[in-house]
């Protein structure tokens, strides 16, 4: 990698892979439940899929859809069509059939690769993607006949292997011509205000970002990440994030990724692959908080009981000691050695992330709470900003973490602060521009480079960023305060596991008001647990306890708010928000415009209610 300060000699992803094939083949590279690849293995495999490609007609720069959950074929067809000179694309499971439409015809697909459960949604929009020409599915059933129009993957694999030897020379003329210009990937954006934009990403972006994060891993640990290590893939990899962190790196760094199919089995995953480095967004550090909290106040053992309680205390207090960089209290330092023995390492142990160093959290704010409770039981999370566009921008220091920010830049980035609050950057890992939109690229890069995040953002005397919120969701209140909708709801989302998404509305209002929709994970397990009957998402909006429970959660939310900030009127909707459904992105943002157009008449009658309860507010 050479010493800080050089830069590293430019490389293609592909040429990662190769070199672990070289140096590494007996290293596990995949575990996919029982199945495992080693290094050299991974690599034959991936040429077999290009070879595939060759045969359909792939040409150089055509795109490869793929239509797959978190597993080793995902990944291997990601690079098999690299190596076929070709650009992948993934898409998110959870997306309507009208989007995937719109992704696919965008991006022109010439071939498809999928899960057996998502063919029937390809057969019926087949014929509305005019540039898809080949369809290849994952798991069909070997009983049944295979679909008209159809390849079965392992046949259509199995064949291109045999072939290597004879014809291995192909996939090699295509791979040599990959440069590391060239894109690497189209990732698409959320579409949280309009139809999701492809970004282009390359090689060249991609390998500086993860030279950086080696080379600061490596002064945090005194050497380099070392061979082998584990890490899991279970977020959507149609989102760069999990892309970079599980895929991109296990090839730079040969590390062993255990993938998670579904990402409900992710709990019974981790104590078996126990990661050195996870991925998590807030939520699921949010769940896992949550849970802890809940196990503890309704344990039925006292002892059991006051021993956790004790145990929270103490982690949160050494948790903002150590983020606030401030003096641990005495008390904190003489019980710390106590709990940890009794309870902190078992816990980690539980949780599967005992041996974990690098416990990374991104894609949304976090709250500080979670940071200090994290920090305290000794897994301190790393936190990532970044956008789809940029790559990583800011990363928390693995040294010294800071309490409400998102890091510093890294090396060579450049980021400052607009006139109007907006956070600016330019660097290596910026996107050359948008797939089909010259237009959007100009808005979004500036003349002179500066890539304009949308974002709203300050910088402190030593260079660490807060992010306030989105420029275009700032709401402006009737009476004058400006509001960041994002704050306010997660401050109200967090207070329970009940709760999967609120959205905040007040846009020329004397006051906010919210719609709250049940967690479509969370919901019936909540329900279950406390013995309460309901069969369905309706019936558990309309339960007291529900009610009651998502109440307090308001309050409670209300409680860490300014007076401005705060929910007057609050509806609890009686069915649950999905991208699927249209209400969030595939990355479980709020689509606000579509939110406020659905429910129109109902967040009228919360503010009109509010101003009858408050008419001299």
């Known amino acids: 990698m050479g010493s800080r300060g050089q830069r590293p000699v430019q490389e293609t992803i592909l040429d990662a892979v190769d070199r672990n094939a070289l140096e590494h083949p007996g290293v596990t590279a995949t575990v996919d439940g029982a199945n495992l690849l080693n290094w050299s293995q991974y690599r034959q495999r991936a040429r077999a899929i290009a070879l595939g490609l060759l045969d359909l007609g792939v040409g150089r720069g055509e795109v490869v859809g793929l239509h797959l959950c978190n597993r080793a074929e995902h990944v291997l067809s ?254 904190t330092r003489a019980l710390y050695p106590l709990m940890e023995r009794l309870v902190f390492q078992r816990l980690r142990a539980a949780l599967g992330l005992d041996r974990t160093l690098f416990a990374v959290t991104g894609v949304a704010p976090i709250s500080t709470e979670v940071s200090m409770f994290f ?96 420029k275009k969701e700032i709401i402006v209140l009737s009476i004058g305060p400006s509001i960041s909708p994002a704050n306010v709801e997660k401050a109200v989302a967090d207070q329970s596991e009940l709760i999967g998404s609120v959205f905040v509305h007040g846009e020329g209002r004397p006051a906010l008001v919210a719609l709250v929709a049940l967690d479509p994970m969370g919901w019936r397990p909540w329900c279950e647990a406390r013995g309460l009957a309901v069969g369905s998402v309706a019936e558990a909006a309309s339960h007291e306890q529900v009610r009651s429970e998502v109440e307090r959660s308001v309050a409670a939310g209300n409680a860490v708010l300014s007076r401005f900030e705060q929910v007057r009127g609050w509806m609890l909707v009686d069915e649950l928000w999905t991208s699927m459904a249209g209400e969030l992105t595939p990355t479980l943002k709020l689509k606000r415009s579509v939110l406020a157009e659905r429910y129109g008449h109902e967040i009228e009658a919360l503010h009109e209610a509010q101003l009858a309860d408050s008419p001299l507010f």
């Not at 584990?230 to 892309?243: C, D, I, K, Q, W």
């Not at 956008?387 to 800071?402: K, L, Y």
């Not at 890992?429 to 797939?435: A, F, I, W």
């Open 78 to 331: 990601d690079v098999g069509a690299l190596m076929a000179g070709a650009t992948p694309a993934s898409f998110y499971l959870q997306v309507s059939d009208e989007l995937l439409v719109y992704l696919a015809t965008d991006c022109a697909v010439t071939v498809v690769i999928v899960d057996a459960d998502q063919l029937p949604r390809w057969q019926a929009i087949r014929g509305r993607v005019p540039s898809l020409r080949h369809v290849v599915a994952l798991d069909l059933c070997p009983d049944e006949p295979t679909p008209q129009g159809v390849l079965r993957f392992e046949h259509w694999v199995e064949d291109a292997e045999h072939s290597l030897t004879e014809r291995g020379a192909e996939v090699d003329a295509t791979r040599e011509k990959v440069q590391p210009d060239d894109v690497l990937t189209i990732a698409y954006t959320s579409g949280t205000t309009g139809p999701p934009k492809g970004t282009l990403i390359t090689h060249a972006g991609t390998r500086w970002m993860l030279d950086e994060l080696s080379l600061q891993a490596a002064e945090y640990l005194g050497g380099m990440i070392p061979v082998g290590w584990t890490t899991v893939s279970y977020l959507p990899l149609a989102h760069m994030g999990e892309r970079i962190f599980s895929h991109y790196l296990a090839l730079i760094r040969t590390l062993t990724v255990t993938y998670v199919r579904d990402p409900l089995e992710l709990r019974a995953v981790l104590p078996v692959a126990r990661p050195y480095l996870f991925l998590g967004m807030p939520r699921v550090w949010e769940r896992i908080h949550q849970g802890i909290h809940t196990r503890v106040a309704e344990s039925r053992n006292p002892a059991r009981r006051a021993l956790g309680a004790v145990a929270l205390s103490v982690a949160r207090s050494a948790g903002q000691a150590a983020l606030d960089r401030t003096e641990t209290p005495a008390h």
């Open 375 to 470: 920090a305290g039981i000794g897994i301190p999370l790393i936190e990532v900003y970044g956008m789809t566009e940029s790559g990583r921008i800011t990363m928390s220091p693995f040294d010294a973490p800071r309490l409400g920010t998102v890091g510093r830049p890294g090396r060579d980035v450049a980021l400052r602060i607009a006139e109007d609050g907006e956070i600016l950057v330019k660097g290596p890992g910026v996107t050359p521009g948008y797939l089909n939109r010259p237009e959007a690229t100009a808005e979004a890069i500036d003349a002179d480079g500066w890539l304009h995040t949308g974002d709203l953002g300050s910088l402190d005397a030593d260079g660490y960023l807060r992010v306030i919120g989105r």
